[in-house]
DNA sequence: CGGTAGGGATAGGGTTCT
DNA sequence: TAGAACCCTATCCCTACC
């Protein structure tokens, strides 16, 4: 009827790639209205999209989302091996580490802190953040939550440690995703909690 | 980010229709600062309570918000199934019936049954029609217009055609919504046309 | 500014096709 | 039979409008 299951081309799948790379997850409408990617996706919904990023990330993780269900039902402790197929990792990564200094240009977590931001940080712990990934761990940190605090506990937590003069919200929920994608974080249940391996970083 | 599908227990959905029942639908900050409920619903906002509110009554309604929508455009002939899944119906025209008792004391207009009608479980379709509803239908049908009039054309043909002692704003617009839940009358961008299926009954 | 309504996007479970 | 492509819809997000 309306489409025989059209396969996705190889153009298509690097189209998606790039546009995740330059936008991130989740922008799915976002990365089709891009001018720089609509005309080769041009016969995909963002749906499409989706669901395509769902296939190419889970098979690269689990070899496929059956393996992963089951491997996250079966195997409660361990989490995914990294070692596996790192390439979608890789890509995951990397488009959402790119995330952060696109959405608007306005986001620059990593640039040392602008001359004197005219907003000193009121109440931080370490001096300085110039990344707002440090501020998300000590959050983790410092909420001490039996399974860690969730998204909304850490924004609320940032908001009201820190003077921004951004929305948080977008990018604070960028960067979780982006830690957990990288393994820094584990995200169980919607609480978030720095992972056993990383925790000497902090 | 802190829930990305924060999915509702049985015991929130009970608790916002109890909130709707006692303070009637679109009264969601007043629901969540209820200390009967607040405890239940403290994770939820006024918003999720309205997102949820919407997906119970078109839930019960027409299957879904797509089916609805495409029920509004197109195939004419199958409208809701009313014997589908008349709870959310039955809390729907409770609640608003209920709120036209409830706003000052002032609205209380026809109890269409006996004064026992508060612990009666009200019929949902060709249910309570109160006098004012068949001048809203006679004023949509009259004033003849191609998607329906919108609220304020109501309220003015009312106004222009009938001598009333009270101020009709808030009575009308609380009958619209009811109309409207219930079925009887179907909402679009903000304008009113009767349903097909209750055409004839006007 | 805070709240609500409504449109619309996303996430994830489920289904169909190959 | 597995996996890719697609569907369904609860939930979430954005914006206009008081």
Redesign the pocket.
């Known amino acids: 009827m309306?489409?025989?299951?059209?396969?996705?081309t190889a153009e298509e799948e690097t189209a998606l790639k790039a546009g995740v790379l330059k936008h991130g997850?989740?922008?799915?409408?976002?990365i089709l209205s891009d001018p720089e990617y609509s005309s080769v996706l041009k016969s995909?919904s963002?749906?499409?999209l989706?669901?395509?990023w769902?296939?190419i990330s889970v098979?690269a993780l689990w070899?496929?989302?059956?393996?992963a269900?089951l491997a996250q039902k079966g195997t409660p402790t361990s989490g995914p091996r990294p070692d596996d197929n790192a390439t979608a990792i890789t890509i995951v990564s990397l488009a959402n580490g790119h995330i952060g200094g696109d959405v608007g240009g306005q986001l620059m977590l990593d640039a040392p802190s602008p001359p004197e931001a005219s907003c000193e940080p009121p109440r931080a712990f370490k001096g300085p953040f110039t990344s707002v990934d440090k501020i998300i761990l000590e959050a983790i940190t410092n909420l001490k939550r039996p399974f860690g605090p969730d998204g909304k506990s850490i924004l609320r937590y940032i908001e009201e440690n820190f003077k921004m003069q951004q929305d948080m919200?977008?990018l604070v929920?960028s960067r979780l995703k982006y830690l957990t994608n990288v393994g820094t974080l584990v995200k169980t249940k919607h609480k978030y909690r720095i992972s056993p391996n990383y925790m000497d970083e902090v």
Not at 2 to 8: F, I, T
């Open positions: 309306g489409a025989p299951k059209q396969k996705w997850t989740g922008k799915w409408r976002t995909r963002n749906v499409d989706k669901d395509k769902r296939n098979t070899g496929s989302r059956k393996k269900k919200k977008r929920s």
